[in-house]
């Protein structure tokens, strides 16, 4: 099993340093979280706590793929390791579009592997970044297969969407920078699909102490059924937010990480997902993918509360009295045409 380490983060932070946009995040204020659902029958009054969200959907690319990208090229390159027939990656479009773009700094040739229905505008940006892009089947696992085949056939580098430690240790490199802006922060919340952002953001956390929410779609949770089995397990894919976090299975490092302290596991369904992307466009113009609406979704869904265990199949969460949270926005590649204009309500 791959593991990983606080060393790794800060070794990949050294290494991108200059290469990626640093985050910004901005605070959110209370009442747009506690307000969310005024017409909800359990309407009781909560205590206060400090909201930031982490811009994280503004990096190269629109997403935070790019991270871990840039330190896989980076450590291959610097160990000399990179082949001359280049890389190669299956994804559900965003990895796919980091490692890409990764690439194409370093004059390095990258073959996608996508699954057939994979958004138009992934692909269509994913050929701006002169990848050579493959359309495979109808899910990631198909894609996978066929990235696994090319890789054996040709002696390409393979990279992976989130189930790598130069991966997962260049997504972790995202906490560093919103410790940085937010120094007494008590809790990351972030969407996981097959693992490398949590795990990465998990582990940075755990070592300064932090909490880190894990927060899932009801019908794509991977790294809850993990949890709940003890063992990495594939599940059914069936989300709103599936092209962006529909991974059959959460990787071995990131079930690691979900069974550290300090980390709760989140489920939340797809029309609090809608809704919670909805709302960042009326309220801030902000277009952002469902996956990263469903980490702050989590904060918006009328039955959310306080998590009781690392296993327990809770539905949102509710921040205490005074604690300061910080939601990750992790990606931006989505068809704004179905996020009407609607008045404000007041």
């Not at 940075?204 to 809850?224: S, Y």
Request: aromatic content about 4%.
């Amino acid at each position: 099993m791959h593991t990983l380490a606080y060393g790794d983060i800060k070794a990949a932070a050294d290494r991108i340093a200059g290469r990626v946009r640093p985050v910004t995040v901005t605070p959110v204020d209370p009442g747009a979280i506690r307000t969310a659902h005024r017409d909800s029958p359990d309407d009781r009054p909560e205590e206060p706590c400090q909201v930031w969200l982490a811009l994280e959907f503004m990096q190269h690319t629109g997403s935070f793929k790019a991270r871990g990208a840039q330190n896989f090229i980076q450590a291959h390159r610097e160990a000399g390791t990179l082949p001359d027939v280049g890389v190669t990656i299956a994804s559900g479009g965003n990895a796919g579009l980091a490692c890409a773009w990764a690439a194409q700094q370093q004059g390095v040739r990258a073959t996608v592997f996508l699954p057939a229905n994979a958004p138009a505008v992934k692909v269509a940006k994913l050929r701006g970044y002169g990848a050579d892009v493959r359309l495979i089947g109808s899910e990631y696992a198909e894609a996978l297969a066929a990235c696994e085949e090319f890789t054996n056939s040709t002696g390409a580098l393979a990279s992976h969407a989130y189930d790598h430690p130069l991966i997962a240790a260049g997504a972790g490199t995202l906490l560093e920078e919103i410790r940085h802006r937010i120094p007494d922060l008590d809790t990351v919340v972030v969407a996981v699909g097959g693992g490398g952002l949590f795990a990465g953001v998990a582990t940075a956390a755990r070592h300064h102490g932090l909490r880190t929410v894990a927060v899932e779609p009801e019908n794509c949770r991977a790294l809850n059924a993990a949890l709940r089995s003890g063992a990495v397990v594939d599940v059914a894919v069936d989300s709103v937010a599936a092209d962006s976090l529909g991974a059959r299975r959460t990787s071995p490092m990131a079930l690691h990480a979900a069974r550290q302290d300090g980390v709760h596991s989140v489920l939340v369904p797809d029309s609090e997902i809608v809704r919670a992307r909805q709302a960042l466009w009326d309220h801030r113009k902000v277009a952002v993918e469902h996956g990263a609406a469903t980490a702050l979704a989590a904060l918006t869904s009328p039955d959310r509360h306080t998590p009781e265990g690392p296993t327990a199949p809770d539905r949102g969460y509710r921040p205490g009295k005074g604690e300061k949270v910080c939601v990750v926005l992790c990606g931006a590649n989505t068809d704004p045409s179905d996020l009407a204009t609607r008045p404000e309500q007041h």
